[in-house]
């Protein structure tokens, strides 16, 4: 009796929830998109992520609200764990590259044929890389050729392209409508809208896709929602690998008890690969692509509190039953026993 009371009690006290299933009415012009990914064999300097949506607009090389950390190849953070932003970083870097061109003397470097009127000198290697692209010219690929490259920082980080690993972390808020957005090697830029990755150097087949998703997500964590690729890993059994992650995502509205609304997504997803072939002509590069589509449908989940009416007819159902079954039994026994004995007592019994 004791048991089933108690089992009663934490019945009472546990909300029931309901579901429901309609067609999505919202207008919620924002997508919030958590992420926590690991590439273990490229560096931090040559990953950039990228955000596009059915509408046209196109993020390129984010750096609001995401966060890089270099790794090294045993996966241990080679920086310190506190968070850095990308951009204050860049933007010290640009502070510094004007401070020094103002100690120096003016010159006015070639840009190899791609001069404009917007870029007419090419002082630094991304000078060069910019004038190459106002031109809608594909990137220098022999850098070692180019006087503005040969003391770049740039040329530095090559060395460390393969030696290190990168998690890319943090978030980024997109248009609510299908999108897709991936993590990629090279400087992105877009020609004759055209999406194109500067690789400089290295050929496509020298990246290693193998990624570890830790997670995942759209909007809001609620209880019992689940990321279906949190802690996923990934890993490329060949070289210049596409990895594409198709996600159908379920708008999802969490009604609590206490009359509070959070709005959630739930999403399921499937896998698919291939690999870059040279000779067979076909368009594409190394990279992991994340394609995300939105359900018409919206699922509601509500939170109830169960009645005290139903609790204490339960629990006055548990005590009477309890001794209403405990009496058939006890009867039972007796009138067995009873009967046993009087066939002994004449004899009768075998």
């Known amino acids: 009796m004791s048991i089933l009371f108690l089992s009663e009690v934490n019945y009472y006290l546990t909300p029931t929830l309901s579901e429901e299933l309609f067609v999505d009415t919202s207008r919620g012009s924002k997508l919030r998109i958590n992420l926590d990914i690991i590439v273990p064999r490229i560096s931090c300097d040559f990953l950039t992520i990228d955000a596009m949506d059915v509408t046209g607009e196109q993020h390129l090389q984010i750096e609001h609200n995401i966060y890089k950390r270099r790794l090294d190849l045993n ?12 951009t204050d970083t860049k933007a010290l870097n640009k502070t510094l590259a004007k401070t ?28 060069v890389r910019e004038a190459y ?30 030696t290190q690993g990168c998690q890319i972390y943090g978030y980024m808020e997109v248009n609510r409508v299908g999108g897709s957005f991936h993590i990629a090697p090279g400087d992105s830029f877009s020609v004759n809208h055209v999406h194109v990755h500067d690789f400089q150097r290295y050929a496509s087949t020298q990246f ?17 929602k689940t990321n279906p690729m949190d802690d996923t890993t990934v890993v490329a059994m060949e070289e210049a690998m596409m990895f594409y992650h198709y996600i159908k995502i379920v708008p ?41 589509e939105l359900s018409p449908l919206m699922v509601k989940y509500t939170e109830k509190a169960n009645s005290f009416g139903h609790f204490a007819t339960n629990t006055c159902a548990i005590i009477g039953g309890v001794f209403t079954v405990a009496g058939l039994i006890d009867s039972l026994l007796y009138h067995s026993i009873r009967a046993i004995q009087k066939k002994i007592e004449l004899g009768k019994y075998n």
């Open 100 to 127: 020094a061109e103002s100690t120096t003397v003016k010159t006015c470097g070639d840009c190899y044929g791609a001069s404009s009127e917007k870029m007419k000198c090419c002082n630094t290697c991304e000078d």
């Open 133 to 162: 692209r106002l031109k809608n010219w594909a990137p220098p690929t022999d850098l070692g050729k180019i006087k503005q490259c040969h003391n770049d920082k740039s040329m530095e980080k090559m060395k460390t392209a393969f």
């Open 252 to 292: 999802t509205t969490y009604v609590r008890a206490d009359g509070s609304t959070l709005l959630t997504n739930q999403f399921s997803v499937t896998r698919h690969s291939r690999q870059l072939s040279l000779f067979s002509g076909e368009s594409g590069m190394p990279g992991i692509f994340f394609s995300y």
């Open 75 to 86: 996966g241990k953070p080679i920086e310190h764990p506190q968070r850095t932003d990308i």
């Open 208 to 224: 290693n896709m193998t990624h570890k998703v830790r997670h995942l997500s759209f909007g809001l964590n609620i209880p019992g």
